[in-house]
């Protein structure tokens, strides 16, 4: 995905004649970030990001993400021209912010840092293909233990029903005694066995082993691809 997006993002670029930094200010208020993501620094992009870059590129974030069936909008003249027609990207205020985020999801080794038990912090806006999906809350990373694929701030969408594969992105809940609150980890699933819930880290790369005793839930989170439809 990462290289199709770059990609798409030059050649966006090129045609309507926009700077990277002024791509960045206009869709985000900061300088750098078309500049990291074209470079290599950010190499998994932040979903809001990817729709406010799409949003001001007027074409389908679908189309940002590689998506060859999605076309990329219909543009004014003087800007990005399209081979095709198709709609428009829904204006920012028409998606639903009803999405709960639920705290933070630990990126340390061995204990999660938030407590569910804290309630709800804010809510943030539903993307298009999770529309009626029940059930669905974010979390915020902490820690950069996942670092390079999510920094400490990103924030991520999760699929309470959805059952998770090897490889895929987890957030496992865990309550190491009854007197403890439940706290949150976030760790690639590589599977369980009788005693272990395991699950690997990227800095530095680590295979953690958790007690099945102490894991209340595992939640996958989910991918751009699933979070756009692709």
Do not use: W
Request: hydrophobic residues 35%.
């Amino acid at each position: 995905m990462n290289k199709i997006l770059i990609e798409r993002l030059n050649q966006l670029l090129a045609q309507s004649g926009m700077s990277a930094q002024r791509l960045s200010i206009e869709a985000t208020g900061a300088k750098e970030t078309v500049r990291k993501i074209l470079d290599g620094t950010s190499k998994n992009p932040r979903i809001d990001t990817i729709l406010k870059l799409a949003a001001v590129l007027n074409v389908t974030p679908q189309y940002l993400m590689g998506d060859d069936d999605e076309t990329r909008g219909q543009q004014e003249s003087n800007s990005v021209t399209s081979p095709r027609s198709a709609p428009s990207l829904p204006a920012r205020t028409t998606m639903l912010q009803d999405v709960p985020v639920m705290g933070t999801a630990a990126g340390s080794h061995l204990r999660g840092a938030f407590e569910f038990e804290g309630g709800i912090v804010d809510y943030v806006r539903r993307p298009p293909a999770l529309v009626g999906t029940r059930d669905i809350y974010a979390l915020f990373v902490e820690g950069v233990s996942m670092e390079p694929q999510y920094f400490p701030g990103d924030l991520i969408y999760v699929n309470p029903h959805k059952p998770p594969r090897s490889g895929d992105i987890v957030v496992i809940q865990c309550r190491n005694s009854a007197n403890e609150p439940s706290e949150a980890t976030l760790g690639i699933f590589r599977g369980t066995n009788t005693k272990f819930v395991v699950i690997g880290k990227r800095n530095p790369v680590a295979d953690i082993e958790i007690s099945r005793e102490t894991v209340k839930s595992i939640h996958k989170v989910l991918s751009n691809n699933e979070l756009f439809g692709v």
